[in-house]
């Protein structure tokens, strides 16, 4: 069959892929898409986090109207319709895969839907259902992301075991669930199924969830679950699990006691590895690292000149927004540009109850590099707008380089933490100092003033706490 | 003492030394000249600032040097060490240092604070500098690192990287880093250097300071005024009719009666007549520059190239000191001895190439001023007058003129004005009082 050619070849069409792809022909090049799911969007837009931030905002409207009942509102038996609200999350995600698929056509973006197999380094090969086809690209952008890793253990081939994407399927609400892994994926997901009325239980290996995460970040967060789950067992390692009837018996080790449990449905989520086999990588010149993602430099070039990586392929944090960041990187280095991914803020945030976000060098991070630097801490008991919310259990924290008194890092805990936290990467990009930030007027009732107020401790001048002046 | 270039005149930073004009040992007066230097603008000389011995002489012929910059050592005559007049046989200069004392605009930017400056962050963070700033300095090839900061917690803006640029740029031009002004803009951007020698013997020579200049200015007007030509002839036999009638008379009081100086005398009436011609515009303010004087630039073809002395107030001097200035100033120029304040604040220039025996040309508008004229040889030429056929003596010109400024009707009418004054000169005006 004769090849197709094209300038651009994207391969996957997640947020890295498609945002790859529309810069690209927005730059006027010649542009194919290659997507072997016929909805595009890739993980985050289908089985990440859209998906599953549609379900945070239905259950945590659930556990706001019952905690409303201590502000002297009463709702009454609350009503759970699964099926309208699989269908309300489903229709979220239809109309966005919809949306990317509207702007690939206004911008001439071929797509091609199939898998895709590299047979050299300017050719794939993409299985369509009308047969084989070849493409001849001038060069080409691997974003083909990454999945929830199933270790062979687990894989019993039942599907009351579960990982995130048939978590996010919404089956039933299990009456007993167990969580294989604290991570955010967990906390997440923990968190939607307990307000949905499962009896949740998450075990993690390390001493704590949310591991990496500054531990008086974390700290809101474990009180809330430890209310919420039934259980948050630390230290713990799952030796064994198998089928009993229709549920699943796991055994698991918690210093050095080993227990026997059963559950109805059991998420692994113990992390996410790359979609990279069958890929004919190894017809090309393309290179990876120890645990499996593509090795490439700060223009996202692999060792295969004319091919690149973006996004979860390349490892690190696994961010939608770092895809994105690294999509225009990669495409402006190929247009020859001076481009580069170095020095780039990306934030991240946990959307747990309450949600953890955090940019640029955390606290841990400094203590662990040893490196001096000044912390200045809000804690949102003071915020007007947190007792408001009925949500005082926040933290806003500025790292900051005591000499320049540049701020390095924002690390926030609260409702709405989420949102915040942009103050912080425009803050730690821009080079703000904390006075930029003290000096800069913030609305007053809201969550943003605990930011301008934690600056201000830094100078020992909070209005609305005391600070210890022994600086 | 050491005796530093001062500041020779507005914009001008730096010249070329081209010639000292004293030796080591030698004693020198107040005022004496002690160098030549060319600028951008024109060659002038240093005076010594006080009597002395020249102990130290610290440039050589060719050098490129800056405003306070350290040029001789002086020793003040009443010194009982007054040194042997002996010159060292040395020549070699010591490395010259610019001891330029730090002012606001110049405080950390010596040639060692570009060299050596470097970021460094106890918390190993990257230099603080926005995105914007990051990715200017990205397409640049410029390390950030290599920046100092002049905002607060040391972050980089855009001013800091342009700064630093212009220092790169002086050091790679003229292997210092004086100060960090603003880098004099240089001719056109340097296309791609082609191999002349491939087809032949070659020779190649600097371009002087002041042939980089005429180039930047005639670049500059070329691509920024939208020029309109306008050619006429004027009938010029009456006038050196004229001329000859009266030149013995100027000559015996000293003055020189040349055909610029009449053109002088018609050009400074029909600028006032036409306030426009002699304006200026004013891009920012939107605003026409009306100028109740009247200096003409005269361009003067010297051996290092054109210069164009200025005449003050024409408007209102007669024949005899138009003549008189107008000879004076153009053989000051040819000698090279103008000085700087002699060659700004022009309204209008003439151009005249009578006298090497050009024609038709369109000279180039010299910006900010608004129109040029041209002027050619004037030739016998066979003429109808009232039917018949005339030889008469013909002076071709060109008024090019700035668009935005002066419209076709406007020139038109003060160049009908000025052929006119020249046509019909009044032999009053040729008396000498």
Redesign the interface.
Known sequence: MEPTSTEILVLGAGPGGYTAAFYAADKGKKVTLVEQNPRLGGVCMNVGCIPSKALLHATAVMRESKESSKRGIEFGALNLNLDKLRAWKESIVEKLGQGIKTLAQHRHVEVVHGRGHFEDSQTLRVETDAGQKFIRYEKAIIAVGSKPAMPNAFDLGNKRVMTSTEALELPDVPQDILVVGGGYIGMELGTVYAALGSRVVVLEALPSILTGVDPDLVRPVSRVAQKAFKEIRLNTKVLKMATAGKQIKVITEVNKEQREELYDRVLVSVGRVPNLADLGLENTKVTKDDKGFIQCNAQQQTEDPNIYAVGDVNGGTLLAHRAFKEAKVAVEAMLG????F??VVIPAVVFTDPEVAWCG?TETE?KQ?N???KIARFPWGASGRALTLDRPDGLTKLVI?P????I?GVGIVGVGAGELISEGVLAV?????A??IADSVHPHPTLSETLMEAAESFYGTATHTLTRRDV | MDVKLPQLAEGVESGTVVSILVAEGEEVKKDQPIMELETQKAVGSIPAPSSGIVTKIYVKQGMDVAVGQALIALESSGAASAKPAQAPAATETPPVKPSVPPTKTQAATTAAGVENYHYESKSGAPPPAPPSVRKIARDLGIDLTRIKGSEAGGRINLGDVRDYIQRLQQIAFHGTAPAARPALADAPTPSEAIDFAKWGPIRREKMSPLRRTVGRRMVESWTTIPKINQFADADVTALLALRKKRAAAYEKKGAHLTFTSFLLLVLGRALKKHPRANSSMDESAHEIVYKDYCHIGVAVDTEGGLIVPTLRDVDRKNLFELSQELHALTEKTRQRKISLEELQGGTFTISNQGSIGGSHFTPIIYAPQVAILGVGQGQAKPVAIDGKIAIRTIVPLCLAYDHRVLDGADAVRFLKDVIAGLEAFDEADLKLK
Not at chain 1, 337 to 340: C, G, P, V, Y
Not at chain 1, 403 to 406: K, Q, Y
Not at chain 1, 429 to 433: C, K, L, N, Q
């Open positions: 540009e001076a481009s580069a170095e020095n060098l400094a590099k490196i001096g630097v380089e000499e320049t008194e540049r390095l990009e821009m080079g703000a100092t006075r930029d």
